[in-house]
């Protein structure tokens, strides 16, 4: 695939997209357009002009799991006691020690179900990036129950000490990403 125009504003063809005429990884024909990029004071910014194309690639299905949980911390405790207390089998103290035990269990299990309904929904998994190190997650931690703190009390002070570690998680983020790219490239040494 080709296209007849210059990519340069000298006439010149300096980038190119290159792919097998029978692949139908490129859909219709590469188009060259000027972006039109200026400086802040209006003047153009480059002679180079920009190659636009449409790539015939899906992006991979997310992996959903659906998982389980119950809201305990929504359970009314005063009326969860009052029902452990007034549960027949764990007032009565009758029987063998498996017999207890199973009778315990089911009566706990049935009080839970009551009070804190069992939920269902889908979360997306999403696989680990390799340059999201135990700082970063520290970091991340600390900057949520800052983040929590302040939209909890709304108090300037509070949303200060938020920003600033959202610069530090954002400085940190682009260092670790930065020294993991390095040391690829290192590794790789002169293997194009």
Known sequence: MSTDSATHKGGHTLYLVISRES???????????????????????????????IINIDKPDCIQRKIRYRKYCGI???EFIEDIQSSQHL????????????AYN???QNIINHHALSCSKFITLRPETHWYSDKLRSAKKIRRKAERTWRRTSIMVHFEI???LCINMNILLFEEKKCFYSTK??????DQ
Do not use: M, W
């Open 23 to 53: 692949s139908p990884i490129i859909v219709g024909t590469p188009s060259v357009f000027d972006p039109y990029l200026s400086g802040n004071k209006g003047k153009s910014l480059g002679k180079h002009v920009a190659v636009q194309f």
């Open 76 to 78: 009314n405790i005063e």
């Open 91 to 102: 007032s009565n103290g009758g029987g063998s020690g498996d017999e207890l035990v199973e």
């Open 106 to 108: 089911k009566d706990i």
């Open 162 to 164: 938020y920003r600033d």
């Open 185 to 190: 490239i290192e590794e790789c040494g002169k």
